[in-house]
């Protein structure tokens, strides 16, 4: 047996929450993730309208974007009227706000806090850093393009967009969960293999699970 | 501070000064005088202050420039010293012992420009790359575009104005004639 093959061997024997300690093992699970079916035809229109109308967001700005998230919270913009609200943890939030440009240290949090939502989630990316890379397409530790790491509902293009053209994207958002159309949460799921190559072929120390929730 | 730039004059071996404005000098040294420079002008000159600890990558000589910009509380005056090394085998004396927080530039410095600091603390630790494993990025003979195309995907259609010819197209033609800036279209 070569070297190659022990190490596919044991790369396959390895848990996915190896480095745990046994008391924390249980508190994980390291299934794959399943998409979800839609439910009975018209109560799923009721809970589509109920994830549409409160959507909470979760406090963490991942680049300079964040900064846009301020005025929306406060007395001028006040996105509270439309039901968005901020919350700490990613167990508790249903939309990852991308605040702009992602570097390498950044889109491994980034993977982490997304799969710790919990579902349905939805993903908007805001500022051209996330769409094309923007101002640091040529960079060598910042991502050009989110979307081959984690899927994308809404991009809101702008450097930096105001906070009424986030207003805008998340108006966008709620009409698209009230269509059905938001399933990001499905894709990652469905091409899981397909996100996961794409994370570790630039994370070079992959040092976490390989999905927990 | 004439008395001071005689007294290194005559003690050291300056190779080249520099006036910029009244309250900023710039000294060039050899490498083996930093320490009793810098120990000479933090305790008797009255420098107390290391502001920052930066370098240049001087690709053309094939010399790596660092800078240690001194400040005088007294004499509010900023004083830049500036040591050459070599490129290839770039190798500097750690001034930890000196100014305790110059481990921390140290650090950055070897990441990012591949200088080593034999005995600084901590200096093998990443700074803030996690898991680099190319060369230190800050050096200038690293492309970082063929380097973005490579790792990350690109979007197609992405389209870059060149100011010039836009300018022309506008009609500008002052500008269109102005010399070239030898900056780097693409």
């Known amino acids: 047996m070569n070297k190659k093959d022990i190490k596919n061997i044991e ?8 480095g745990l300690s046994e008391k924390e093992k249980t508190l994980f699970s390291d299934a794959r993730p399943m998409p979800v079916r839609p439910l009975n035809k018209y109560l799923e229109k009721f809970l589509n309208w109920a994830r549409a109308e409160s959507l909470w967001i979760l406090g963490y700005g991942t680049g300079c974007g964040a900064i846009e998230l301020r005025p929306l919270m406060t007395a001028r913009f006040d996105m509270f009227r439309y039901g968005i609200a901020p919350r700490p943890s990613p167990r508790q939030s249903s939309v990852f706000v991308i605040g702009g440009y992602a570097s390498l240290k950044t889109i491994k949090r980034i993977v982490r806090s997304y799969e710790q939502m919990q579902g ?18 040529d960079s060598y530790y910042t991502i050009n393009r989110i979307d081959y790491y984690i899927p994308v509902d809404i991009y809101v293009a702008g450097c930096m967009p105001r906070p009424e053209s986030l207003i805008a994207g998340f108006n966008k958002l709620k009409e698209n969960i009230k269509a059905g159309k938001c399933d990001g949460m499905n894709k990652y799921a469905e091409n899981f293999d397909w996100y996961k190559a794409n994370q570790k072929k630039i ?10 929730w | 501070m004439e008395e001071i730039l005689r007294t290194l004059e005559q003690q ?35 420098f107390t202050h290391l502001a920052f600890l930066q370098a240049v990558d001087r690709i053309e000589d094939n010399k ?48 990012m420009y591949g200088i080593d600091f034999p005995g600084s603390p901590r200096v093998d630790e990443s700074f803030v790359l996690e898991s680099w494993e190319e060369m230190p990025p800050m050096k200038r003979d690293f492309d970082t ?38 900056r780097k279209n693409d």
């Open chain 1, 120 to 137: 349905p989630k939805f993903v908007i990316a805001l500022g051209s850093c996330t769409i094309n890379g923007g101002m640091y397409y």
């Open chain 2, 145 to 182: 575009l063929e380097y973005s195309i490579k790792t990350y995907y690109q979007r197609p259609g992405r389209s870059t104005n060149d100011p010039k010819k836009y300018m022309k197209k506008k009609l500008y033609n002052n500008f269109a004639k102005s010399p070239d800036t030898g």
């Open chain 2, 64 to 111: 790596f420039q660092l800078t240690y910009m001194l400040y005088s509380f007294q004499l509010k005056t900023n004083l830049g010293i500036r040591v050459f090394i070599d490129r290839e085998k770039a190798e500097m004396i750690s001034i930890d012992k000196l100014w305790a927080h110059a481990w921390q530039y140290q650090r950055e410095l070897k990441e």
């Open chain 2, 12 to 46: 050291f071996a300056i190779t080249q000064q520099e006036k910029m404005r009244d309250d900023l000098l710039f000294v060039d040294v050899k490498k083996d005088q930093i320490i009793s420079l810098l120990t000479y002008l933090k305790d008797y000159a009255g």
């Open chain 1, 203 to 212: 994370i070079k120390d992959w040092n976490m699970p390989d999905y927990n």
């Open chain 1, 11 to 18: 790369k396959e024997m390895r848990l996915a929450n190896e």
